[in-house]
């Protein structure tokens, strides 16, 4: 199974700025998601990152503001720019494994609040 | 559009009795359901998922398309059953997950 190292795990950042997590992958992969969890709700997929091509974004999610890269097939990183409050949540990164049966692996999560 | 619904947020139930979580989902085609936990302080994890038709901790779940659902069952709960579960659905292959709401599961020694 895929071991997921994400970071930071927790940050406090002022409003305006902007927060770079990290997710490493102790294997190859060819696909990596990233999710966000708002307090109280469900994961939303924010956009697929495949490596050597850019990210495809879900609806209501767009470039300039989570922008995405994946350099190679182990890592890739998640910007969420010019915070608001409302940016304030768990972002996991995860990814598939080839196997019989893709199963999905997580990171640990990267809670943000923004004051 | 694939959507999962779960629909209660949290469950409680004494030790020792049966447990279900249920879980609906709207899909056109054949999707592919799974079962994820979150324990405190822990990452996400899978728990199950349909096509493996396997008994994971003693929790059990059968893909009924006539009805489109998936429920969670386990028929004694234990305390260590204790997190939030989500369900969730994959359109086969590497394809994004859609995750219901979760259910907050409560055990009561």
């Known amino acids: 199974s895929a071991v997921i190292s994400q970071k930071p795990s927790r940050d406090i950042c002022q409003r305006g700025t902007s927060l770079t997590i990290q997710c490493q992958v102790d294997?190859?992969?060819?696909?990596m998601f990233w999710y966000r969890q708002q307090p109280g709700q469900s994961l939303t997929l924010i956009a697929t990152?495949?490596?050597?091509?850019?990210?495809?974004?879900e609806s209501g999610f767009v470039i300039d503001k989570f922008p995405i890269s994946r350099p190679n097939l182990t890592f890739s990183t998640l910007t969420v720019s010019n915070m608001s409050p409302e940016d304030s949540s768990i972002y996991l990164c995860?990814?598939?494994?080839?196997?019989?049966?893709?199963?999905?692996?997580f990171g640990q999560g990267t809670r943000l609040t923004v004051v | 559009a694939q959507r999962v619904t779960q629909p209660e947020k949290l469950l409680s139930v004494f030790k020792g009795a049966p447990v279900e979580l249920k879980c609906n989902y709207s899909y056109s085609g054949s999707p592919e359901l799974f079962w994820y936990v979150q324990y405190s302080r822990q990452r996400l994890q899978l728990l199950l998922r349909h096509i493996s038709r396997e008994s994971i901790k003693g929790f059990t779940a059968d893909l009924n398309k006539g009805e489109t659902s998936f429920h969670l069952k386990k028929p004694f709960a234990q305390e260590e059953d204790s997190a939030m579960y989500y369900c969730a659905l994959t359109s086969g292959g590497y394809q994004k997950v859609t995750f219901g709401t979760g259910t907050k599961l409560q055990v009561i020694p």
């Open positions: 294997s190859q992969v060819t696909m």
């Open positions: 995860s990814v598939e494994e080839a196997g019989g049966v893709p199963e999905a692996f």
């Open positions: 990152a495949n490596q050597g091509s850019e990210a495809t974004y």
